[in-house]
Each structure stands twice: as C-alpha cells, then as structure tokens.
C-alpha cells in the first residue's frame, strides 16, 4: 500500500512563490510515476504536473514557466515548485502515484489548500 502525504499549502498574494512537497511511504518510489492536481471551487480536478520515473516531465499549459515539478528519489519526495501566483491558481492541490506499469492514478494525499489573493 502506498501512503502520501502533502505539506506546503498556505495563504499568499499574488506574484508570490510556494513549494509544495508529497511524501512517499510503502513502495519502491522509484517504480512509481508522480503527479500533482488540483481543483478550484467549482471546477473538476484537473492534472497540473506529471513526473516519471526517469524524470521526464509535464506541465499543464496554464501553469507552463510558472510551475515546476521535481523529485528526489533518495528522499521518496515529489516537489511542486509554483512561482508567480495567480488568484486563479487558488485550490486543492493533491499528490498522486501510479505504478509504472498502470494507466490510472491509484494513490492519493488527502490535499493541501493554496489560496492566493490579488
């Protein structure tokens, strides 16, 4: 069983920077593909950043040059570093893991609230 836990939400103005990590209990870190997502009031929950085994990476388009995922697999920890913030990117964000060989996200954190104020 794999267990994550997110720390690093808070309250900030907009322009400010925040870095959210994810910790990784239960598994082999390293056979596991990482991502964060997230959901504003209202809206589904949408993927904000992926990072794979390897380290190769993706950013949803409204987060691109703002956002930045990474991973330390000596530490079995995911990073979100989110610089420029937006009001919009206010939201849950949650980490989540899948297994290298699986389609679907199968483990989630329980969430950690940013808001951000213009």
């Known amino acids: 069983q794999v267990e994550l836990s997110e720390a690093g939400g808070g309250s900030v103005q907009g322009g400010d920077s925040l870095r959210l990590s994810c910790a990784f209990l239960?598994?082999?870190?390293?056979?596991?593909?990482m991502a964060w997502f997230r959901q504003g009031p209202g809206a589904e929950r949408e993927l904000v950043a992926e990072i794979t085994s390897g380290g190769s990476t993706y950013e949803a388009d409204s987060v691109k040059g703002r956002f930045s995922i990474s991973r330390d697999n000596a530490k079995n920890v995911v990073y979100l570093q989110m610089n420029s913030l937006k009001p919009e990117d206010t939201a849950v964000y949650y980490c989540?893991?899948?297994?290298?060989?699986?389609?679907?996200?199968?483990?989630w954190g329980q969430g950690t609230q940013v808001t951000v104020s213009s």
């Open positions: 239960g598994r082999t870190f390293s056979m596991y593909v």
């Open positions: 989540a893991s899948k297994h290298i060989s699986t389609a679907s996200y199968a483990y």
